[in-house]
């Protein structure tokens, strides 16, 4: 059954994807890309989900065939990465950023390319003008991002984010953070180990499992 609707909306995707390559002529292929991404974040339902998937997985560098993006979700980006089985929730805004397999986003996440995407040491010319960086976000497998959290650095595999939180530094593999700014409560695998240093041991990569 799955099959056959993701054949149906690989076919009803095609206007989409026209009109998306017709635009690349036009502008910049980022601003093509994120313009798409807009029209299609404002189809409802299941109909919604699988016109999003299926422009996606022909867009990006990778998108899983089971993946959801959901409702209202703007990926501003065209090299982003989405995993197998990942789970994007409702109006969610993603920038450039691997979500590797099994990641949740819960609603109103957002996950920006770090802190520092303006500069602004000069006061002699305006913040736009002074350029700036934007470093690749990766999301590591099967973490779960809570309802509103922001995201600006690498969360590790297996961690869990709380709802509502800033994360500004790269939490290590099965933390479990929570606040503004994030901090780390207690480790998954041994929940009553001390908190207060640790290492970043997850190396961000790109998904390379194209199927
Ligand atoms: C983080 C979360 C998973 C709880 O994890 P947990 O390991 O069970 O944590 P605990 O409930 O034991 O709380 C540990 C501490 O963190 C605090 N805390 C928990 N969640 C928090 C949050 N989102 N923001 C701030 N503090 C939080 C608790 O108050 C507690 O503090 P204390 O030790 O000072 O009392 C949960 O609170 C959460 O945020 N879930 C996300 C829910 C969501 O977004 N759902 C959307 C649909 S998917």
Redo the contacts with the bound molecule.
């Keep these: 059954m799955k099959q056959i609707a993701r054949f149906i909306f690989a076919l009803a995707v095609l206007p989409a994807l026209v009109f998306y390559w017709m635009l690349r002529l036009l502008l910049p292929k980022q601003r093509a890309f994120s313009d798409l991404t807009q029209c299609l974040a404002l189809v409802p339902g299941i109909a919604g989900e699988y016109l999003r998937l299926a422009f996606f997985r022909r867009t990006l560098p990778y998108c899983g065939q089971n993946a959801c993006i959901g409702f209202g979700t703007i990926f501003s980006h065209p090299a982003a990465q989405i995993g197998e089985n990942v789970y994007v ?1 409702p109006y969610c805004i993603l920038g450039d950023v691997t979500l590797e397999k099994d990641v ?1 986003l ?2 109103g996440v957002s996950v920006a390319n770090g802190t520092n995407q303006h500069f602004f040491e000069r006061t002699d010319i305006p913040i736009r003008l002074q350029g700036g960086e934007f470093p690749r976000i990766t999301i590591g497998e099967d973490s ?6 922001v995201v600006l650095a690498n969360v590790g595999r297996h961690c ?6 800033l994360v500004l530094d790269s939490i290590p593999d099965y933390a ?5 700014p994030a901090k780390i ?2 480790f ?1 695998q041994n ?1 009553t180990a001390e908190t207060g240093s640790f290492t970043q041991n997850h190396s961000p990569s790109a998904i390379h499992h194209q199927s």
Excluded: F, Q, Y
């Design positions: 929730g949740l819960a609603s779960w991002i809570g309802e509103r959290a869990v984010i709380g709802a509502g939180a479990i953070a929570v606040g503004v409560v207690k998954r929940p």
